[in-house]
């Protein structure tokens, strides 16, 4: 699936979780015009996506002239919840990471929206076998999984850290091209890490 629609999904999922959650009308719209403390606007959430080279060190090791960019970004906006998506390529766009970052406005609704987010992630590994692993990694419980779709060998995690859902997709169009779960969870974790020094 487009890491498009994947946010589109995954902003679903939370939004659902936020509209019952919250008892004020104010947390059934988002502005991202202006920044407030709880509320951080598009620009903001774009210094806390990973930087590109961060995911050529990590997945082009074996291939250092293979160098990944951030090709695009998309905002998220949907009752409460405010975030942005982020697609990276490689240099023949036969891998591609997105990271989807969406903020909620307390840490609490964040972590109510963790367990609908993990079950819209796992249904995009169409393929099975697939494999569902509990990794030690943000706040809650965090998800990794591991499988296949129609374009070829898949990987999603899926974390939670302060106010913040973290979806991590690595997808390639070749087979047995699949990135190492080690890789995945080191760039999760340096994901998390970004997100803990910008707040």
């Given at each position: 699936?487009?890491?498009r629609?994947?946010?589109?999904?995954a902003?679903?999922?939370l939004?659902?979780?936020?509209a019952?959650?919250?008892?004020?009308?104010?947390?059934h719209s988002?502005?991202?015009?202006?920044s407030?403390?709880?509320?951080?606007v598009?620009d903001?959430?774009?210094k806390?996506l990973?930087?590109a080279?961060a995911?050529?060190?990590a997945i082009?090791?074996?291939?250092?002239?293979?160098?990944f960019?951030?090709?695009n970004?998309?905002?998220v906006?949907?009752s409460?919840?405010v975030?942005?998506?982020?697609?990276?390529?490689n240099?023949d766009?036969?891998?591609?990471?997105?990271?989807i970052?969406i903020h909620?406005?307390?840490?609490a609704?964040?972590q109510?929206?963790?367990?609908?987010?993990?079950?819209?992630?796992?249904v995009e590994?169409?393929?099975n076998?697939?494999s569902?692993?509990?990794?030690?990694l943000g706040?809650g419980?965090?998800?990794?999984?591991q499988?296949s779709n129609d374009?070829?060998p898949?990987?999603?995690i899926?974390?939670a850290?302060?106010h913040?859902?973290v979806t991590?997709?690595f997808v390639?169009?070749?087979k047995?091209d699949?990135?190492?779960?080690?890789v995945v969870?080191?760039?999760?974790k340096?994901?998390d890490a970004?997100?803990?020094?910008?707040h």
């Amino acid at each position: 699936m487009p890491a498009r629609h994947l946010a589109v999904v995954a902003a679903a999922a939370l939004a659902l979780t936020t509209a019952t959650a919250c008892t004020s009308s104010s947390h059934h719209s988002t502005k991202t015009s202006s920044s407030t403390a709880d509320n951080p606007v598009v620009d903001e959430l774009k210094k806390t996506l990973l930087p590109a080279s961060a995911i050529s060190s990590a997945i082009a090791a074996d291939n250092p002239a293979d160098k990944f960019t951030l090709t695009n970004t998309t905002p998220v906006s949907q009752s409460g919840a405010v975030g942005i998506s982020g697609v990276y390529g490689n240099s023949d766009h036969k891998r591609v990471v997105s990271i989807i970052l969406i903020h909620f406005p307390t840490a609490a609704y964040a972590q109510e929206g963790l367990q609908p987010t993990q079950s819209a992630a796992a249904v995009e590994l169409t393929h099975n076998p697939a494999s569902d692993t509990p990794v030690t990694l943000g706040q809650g419980d965090a998800h990794l999984y591991q499988g296949s779709n129609d374009t070829g060998p898949l990987s999603i995690i899926v974390f939670a850290e302060g106010h913040y859902i973290v979806t991590m997709e690595f997808v390639s169009k070749t087979k047995g091209d699949d990135v190492p779960a080690k890789v995945v969870t080191d760039l999760a974790k340096a994901q998390d890490a970004k997100i803990i020094a910008a707040h």
